[in-house]
């Protein structure tokens, strides 16, 4: 096996891009007829992508319950933390378990590891 995915969600305005994305990247890490497909998936919030995790933003019961099921599956969920503190969601994105990374290095890193980039 390998191949290694990062899903990087951008339309956090855009709840449908949002929902299918984070899907995409569950259904990759853990195929919904139980086979491991790829090596690897992570899943990067960057841009709108940061709010999802506003409680006061629309369809947040939703995103919080993916991205819940998405740490504890094991795909390793990261946040721009530039963007977090800017918006004031620091603490509601440590609170899910978010990784809070300096996207430009996160996306380096992940590039240089062989990580294709799909973005939503």
């Known amino acids: 096996m390998n191949g290694k995915l990062l899903v990087v969600i951008l339309s956090g305005n855009d709840p449908y891009k949002v929902q299918w994305g984070l899907r995409l990247a569950l259904h990759t890490h853990k195929h919904p007829y139980g086979e491991k497909i790829i090596e690897d ?3 990067l919030l960057f841009g709108m992508g940061c709010t999802i995790v506003n409680p006061k933003m629309p369809y ?3 995103f919080k319950s993916r991205l819940q099921t998405l740490t504890d599956e094991g795909v390793e969920v990261a946040t ?18 978010l990784k809070l990374v300096h996207a430009s290095v996160y996306t380096s890193q992940c ?6 980039i799909m973005t939503f």
């Open 80 to 97: 721009c933390v530039s963007i977090v503190k800017e918006l004031g969601l620091e603490e509601e994105s440590r609170s899910l378990g």
């Open 111 to 116: 590039v240089s590891e062989g990580y294709t």
């Open 60 to 62: 947040y019961i939703e």
């Open 41 to 43: 998936v992570r899943v």
